[in-house]
């Protein structure tokens, strides 16, 4: 088991740990969110046939050249119609947005240029079309077979639009993880109970089910558990039985009740690593119990949620087969010190400026229980170990709570 | 009716004229991801009690200050338990992090400088304790009744968890709005079927109910309309009889069977605008049945995709209750050129370089029915109109598809 690891070498090995887990097809309208897992091609050419981009009339562009302004008109041409043909090459054809172009055509007039003319049509006399135009031309988005969408993106209204467009009624998808939350601590009290002076009401399990639902994670099972051995091994044990990945919050630091290590062991998860050199989160605890990770998170709700999502979010993102996030990095727009020798996971607020560049407000919290601090945030920036001073200007890397 | 807008006119429009809807009490847990429409005040003092951040011992700092290193056990402080009362002074309580501080005591010694010595412990002789040190004191995060989250944020963890320990069993949120789609276009074809060579396969219905998920609208219902104004005009009185918001793609621009506008005036749907000075989506229509939106998205895979982030979603925040988004610029990292007099809504990737500025990589489409460019793009860019060249390192606004 490796302890005291640095943040960059935590999460190499979390994510290197981690197994990526099974994929299934499902029902194209039930994929949405999900992550694909299988690369998408091109059913046929894009467009699959040569389609008017403008209402208008659909003519062969030398008839124009050669001086007619009058055209016959043949019919008109609709989406959803086979595409007619162009009898008389000095005719023309009503055409629609959308509709296929009629054989023989290689133009289109729009609509604000032509008037009615007896039982044909008269083109403007100063207008000038262009061979081929308000022609979005078969092929020529995409030939068929193009790779279209890689495994690894998550299915969002641009992908649910490809493959839709591509007949894929049952994509390969990744398998939605059963999760489990243990929350760990005598001193929690659910919303039901009004509590003593001495107790705390229990948040951490809703609101790490709050925020994996915006990563796309629903469906998580949460239990609480007392500082007791015993329960909390049967607690973990069931747990462990019914679910793919496992977080549990509370009794990994140093205390006497601090039970979690020391029950995961007996329950035959295998550790990895414990304790990390960051502010908040510290105690971090990581451990495999054959493909199922656990994450033995502290229990200070601010060191639950930044641990959630700095590593336990993009290990279910690996797991599920999807590509890694993009880094993103912010410009302190204030002065912090901070004083230990670890890393600083330091809330902030977001605002982009003018320039497109991304300001950090650095809100930093009383302690890791003093999550009120954490309402007006969008993430947290991560401030390298080993320095105390980080002047107005500086640039970190940036986290956001739903990004 | 208003006509030809210009992007900031026609947003302003829509977000004037949409209505707030209600809000309802839900239980706490079906919360996530919901607009919250009440202020939250704190329940109690957070921390509610004099809370330790460390294990190790409470002791009273004087008695260490007059020279005392070895102090007896007057027991153990867990969290979860009523807090004891030191009644030595020259004693100490062994202590858990998150438990309360025995009355009498003032400060934590961390359990690192602390060896057990016979029926008591002994501090490090080089270790100097400061008073107060390792007590997350009550009512130093908040006092009771402080404003902790405000009416409009979206509950993600951060709100969850305050949420949850506070108490706050059923907050108000709004109402999950009752969504229809309805997709026109004679030329579209489901999933089932194998599209004849003129015939496209409709693909806007779900991708629109997919970006409609990322942003928090679940369960809508998507319906198709052939181009035919009875059947338009049932399927569309159908949806408004059961649905807050419609959003219809398709048949709004001027062709021949473009007959949205005049079965939605026919229905009694008031007219607000018509065409916005974009492209893509210039035949954009808006109106209002009651206190039901109705939007008219051009049918155009990218116009509508665009269209909905654009406007749609934000008109939906707006009657939800949600606070505005802030705005989001990045910086053109190729020089583009545009031609119409119209404002270009150009898809992007993008990407933060180490300077916390947020660049956009232009990823312009062939027609606005080339979605296939869109497959790895983050959203669009926001290109003023009347203006031709826009340089390479020049500013704009972005609007992220999932953001």
Redesign the interface.
């Known amino acids: 088991m490796q302890t005291e690891l640095t943040v960059t070498q935590a999460e190499r090995l979390i994510l290197r740990t981690v197994p990526v887990w099974g994929g299934e097809r499902a029902p194209?309208?039930s994929a949405?969110?999900r992550v694909l897992r299988e690369n998408i091609r091109?059913e046929?050419d894009?467009?699959?046939?040569n389609?008017a981009?403008m209402?208008g009339i659909a003519l062969r562009w030398k008839s124009w050249q050669s001086g007619r302004r009058a055209f016959r008109l043949e019919g008109?041409q609709?989406?959803?119609?086979?595409?007619a043909t162009l009898l008389d090459s000095h005719a023309a054809w009503?055409i629609?947005?959308?509709?296929?172009i009629p054989n023989g055509a290689d133009a289109v007039v729009p609509?604000e240029h032509v008037r009615d003319a007896g039982a044909g049509v008269q083109i403007d006399s100063g207008y000038r079309p262009k061979r081929g135009q308000f022609i979005?031309k078969k092929g020529?988005?995409?030939r068929a077979g193009?790779l279209?969408?890689k495994a690894g993106q998550r299915?969002?209204?641009?992908?649910?639009?490809?493959?839709?467009?591509?007949?894929v009624?049952n994509p390969l998808v990744a398998r939605t993880p059963r999760i489990a939350l243990v929350s760990t601590?005598?001193?929690?009290v659910g919303?039901?109970a009004?509590?003593?002076?001495?107790?705390?009401?229990?948040?951490?399990?809703?609101?790490?089910?709050?925020?994996?639902?915006?990563h796309g994670y629903a469906g998580i099972r949460a239990l609480h558990a007392p500082?007791d051995p015993g329960v909390l091994a049967d607690r973990i044990d069931y747990a462990l039985s019914q679910s793919d990945a496992l977080i549990l919050s509370g009794g990994v630091?140093?205390?006497?009740?601090?039970y979690v290590p020391g029950v995961l062991a007996e329950l035959g998860v295998a550790p990895v690593l414990h304790r990390v050199r960051q502010r908040p989160g510290f105690p971090l605890w990581f451990g495999m119990h054959g493909e199922i990770p656990v994450f033995g998170l502290p229990?200070?709700?601010v060191s639950s949620?930044v641990c959630?999502?700095r590593y336990v979010i993009p290990a279910l993102d690996k797991a599920q087969g999807a590509g890694q996030a993009?880094?993103?990095?912010?410009?302190l727009d204030e002065t912090v010190m901070f004083k230990p020798k670890l890393a600083w996971l330091l809330p902030v607020r977001l605002?982009?400026?003018?320039?497109?560049?991304?300001?950090a407000q650095p809100r930093p919290?009383?302690?890791?229980?003093?999550?009120?601090?954490?309402?007006q945030?969008d993430g947290f920036a991560q401030l390298p170990a080993n320095r105390s001073r980080f002047p107005a200007g500086c640039?970190a890397r940036v986290f956001r709570?739903?990004?």
């Open positions: 194209l309208p949405a969110g091109a046929r894009l467009p699959p046939y389609r981009t209402d008109a609709s989406a959803g119609q086979a595409a009503r629609a947005t959308g509709a296929p609509v979005h020529s988005d995409r193009a279209l969408l299915i969002g209204g641009v992908e649910m639009a490809l493959l839709s467009a591509n007949g009624a601590g005598d001193e929690l919303l039901g009004l509590p003593r002076p001495w107790q705390i009401r229990s948040s951490n399990g809703p609101a790490m089910a709050a925020l994996l639902s915006r500082d630091s140093k205390g006497a009740k601090d229990g200070n709700p949620l959630l999502r993009r880094p993103e990095t912010a410009v605002s982009a400026d003018k320039t497109g560049r991304l300001t919290t009383n302690t890791s229980g003093d999550f009120a601090s954490l309402a945030t640039t709570w739903n990004g």
